[in-house]
């Protein structure tokens, strides 16, 4: 049988936010990143899993594969794999060490396989799926490949010493054609206490070090731009500046000595150090902003453009992303909604049809909905199960977005589960928890009682997209989620539940041909209320990915507050049962979790 497509996989691979990405004639088949099937925040390790449901979502074999680009930001992949050999090293290999050796894809001799340095696939994931022929590329993120094992040509001025890092790069680009503008290092470190690259000094990297003192954990700056508004203006000293095009960062000194202690008993939304971490958090959120304004202004008049295309960790600062479209003179700023490292498996993906296959740029990604779909069967077998049967109650509904419009604005709290899972951070419609934002407490309630998480994180609107003009400052689709833009006054005591604290709201527009059914649920809802909007947030719990499958949405739907669930055309609520069943479940839970053998 004649081969009928062109298929390139792309793949971040081993360190966090492992991910695929297959292409079909140069459109995005699917994307999966490994957290959604491990059910492991920003997993690491190998990639079978993620290639796998690639494959088998579109019915092919890898040796059907015309070509697979990867990349690994801590070495290149193939020398990664080399140390395997002779290296034991768990947090990559899983446990799985002779199925990662003999996997075809582990030191492939092919030379259909290849790797490309950091920011260039993160520079490929942005400008190669906008809709713009001509523009420009910012990519800022906490850290990227070394210097010496960078796959991109760039200016002698932006020579660094080889084991300096990545941290900011710029480009140009026309059509398939990417040039490198300039690239900003982060010194090679010192070693030991100085080999987290959040010790390091670049953008993204002090911003990952706020996170690190704020919450233990590097990996929580959404949360530290969410803290940013609550602090107060320029109590803590600048921690990174701009001054004649050169980045120049601060040394912390005594004043930052009140980290959050992660490993003790400490409670973090009780500590008396709160007014400090929102002062920090403050600044290193206007610092922030400040650069990235005076970079992308400084790339417009360098290279002429009028788009600008995003990605890097630092791409998903929705607040500096609104004020670089508001301050930096773009006609318009298309993000990735992936910006982080599970969107580099799109851009390696892309690098390799493009700049490897010479093959033209055809395709705009106009949703990140690129799961696969589950079918009827999957819903019944997730609610079929003995345990679960009897504490629902399950609805075939003729009207779903009718039923649960009306369901939202008598103030019942939905989770949302259609078509395919999207890839990156954002829940953006296919995979959320849906409210009223008429309901002042409904934040309160959501982070209290369905998110489990602390109460100064908000949450995000969606609204028709010929509406949000009328509702938010500012012109500009936002699809993806990844601009925020001030409230009008008049409608923020119309909305108070997505209104932050400083009168913005990271928004999502939605278009009827881009998600027809979310469109409809919003026009209903608009209907019934007068309100175009609804509360949006990530179909899971604090500390836990996103579901992927029917299983997981049902199981999340019982073991938190939600009063309805809407797989498909499946409105499920919970039976009188349930209320007895939930608190004895968790009370078996809770005592499993202290080490307790429960009676």
Excluded at 231 to 249: D, F, H, Q, S
Excluded at 323 to 351: K, S
Excluded at 518 to 542: A, M, Q
């Amino acid at each position: 049988m004649p081969k009928n497509h062109t298929y390139v996989l792309g793949i971040n691979a081993y360190d966090h936010d492992v991910s695929a990405c297959l292409l079909r004639d140069g459109e995005i088949a699917y994307a999966i990143t490994k957290e959604r099937l491990s059910r492991e925040k920003h997993d690491t390790g190998f990639f079978d899993s993620v290639v796998d449901y690639c494959l088998e979502a579109e019915g092919i074999s890898l040796e059907e594969v015309d070509l697979v680009v990867r990349n690994c930001y801590v070495l290149p992949v193939d020398e990664m794999e080399k140390r395997m050999i002779h290296e034991d090293l768990p947090e990559i290999m899983g446990g799985a060490r002779e199925k990662v050796m003999s996997h075809p894809l582990y030191l492939p001799s092919s030379n259909k396989v290849v790797t490309i340095s950091h920011h260039l696939a993160h520079a490929y994931s942005a400008f190669a799926v906008s809709p713009y022929q001509e523009g420009a590329v910012m990519v800022t993120d906490g850290v990227g490949s070394y210097c010496a094992d960078v796959t991109e040509p760039y200016p002698e001025s932006s020579k660094a010493h080889p084991l300096a890092r990545e941290s900011e790069s710029y480009y140009k680009f026309s059509g398939s054609n990417l040039e490198t503008v300039k690239k900003v290092w982060m010194g090679p470190s010192r070693g030991f206490l100085s080999d987290e690259f959040f010790n390091m000094e670049g953008l993204g990297a002090v911003y990952s070090r706020v996170s690190s003192y704020i919450f233990g954990d590097w990996n929580k700056c959404g949360e530290v731009m969410g803290l940013a508004p609550y602090g107060r203006p320029n109590r803590i000293k600048p921690m990174v500046k701009l001054e004649n095009g050169e980045l120049e960062t601060v040394e912390w000194g005594r004043e930052f000595n009140q980290p959050f202690q992660a490993e003790g008993r400490q409670v973090w939304e009780k500590s008396p150090s709160m007014s400090h971490w929102e002062d920090v958090a403050w600044q290193v959120q206007d610092d922030t902003e400040r650069v990235l304004i005076k970079r992308a202004i400084w790339l417009r008049e360098t290279t002429g453009a009028k788009h600008l295309t995003i990605a890097g960790g630092v791409g998903l600062n929705c607040v500096a992303n609104g004020r670089i479209l508001r301050e930096a003179g773009f006609d318009e700023v298309w993000v990735q909604p992936a910006a982080g490292d599970d969107g580099i498996a799109i851009g390696c993906a892309y690098y390799g049809y493009l700049a490897i296959l010479n093959k033209p740029r055809t395709f705009v990604q106009k949703h990140s909905c690129l799961g696969k779909e589950y079918k009827q069967g999957d819903v019944e077998g997730a609610i079929s199960r003995p345990s679960i049967k009897m504490q629902i109650n399950i609805k075939r509904s003729d009207d779903i977005c009718a039923e649960s419009a009306k369901l939202l604005s008598e103030g019942n709290i939905f989770g949302w589960f259609q078509g395919g899972s999207e890839f990156g951070p954002r829940a953006l419609g296919n995979r959320s928890i849906l409210a009223d934002p008429r309901k002042p407490e409904m934040k309160d309630i959501l982070n209290s009682r369905v998110k489990f998480r602390q109460p100064f994180r908000p949450f995000a609107p969606i609204v028709l997209y010929e509406r949000a003009e009328e509702i938010f400052e500012g012109k500009g689709d936002s699809p993806f989620m990844l601009i925020v833009k001030p409230v009008k006054p008049e409608w923020q005591d119309r909305i108070p539940a997505i209104v932050h604290v400083d009168g913005t709201a990271r928004i999502q527009t939605v278009r009827e041909d881009i998600n027809p059914r979310l469109y409809r649920l919003l026009k209903e809802f608009d209907r019934l209320t007068g309100v175009p909007v609804l509360l949006n947030t990530s179909f899971n719990v604090k500390g836990e990915p996103i579901v992927e499958t029917p299983i997981e949405a049902v199981d999340c739907f019982l073991a938190t507050g939600m009063d309805y669930l809407a797989i498909h055309d499946t409105l499920i609520g919970k039976s009188q049962l349930h209320k007895m069943v939930a608190p004895l479940k968790k009370a078996f839970w809770d005592g499993f979790k202290r080490g307790a053998t429960p009676s």
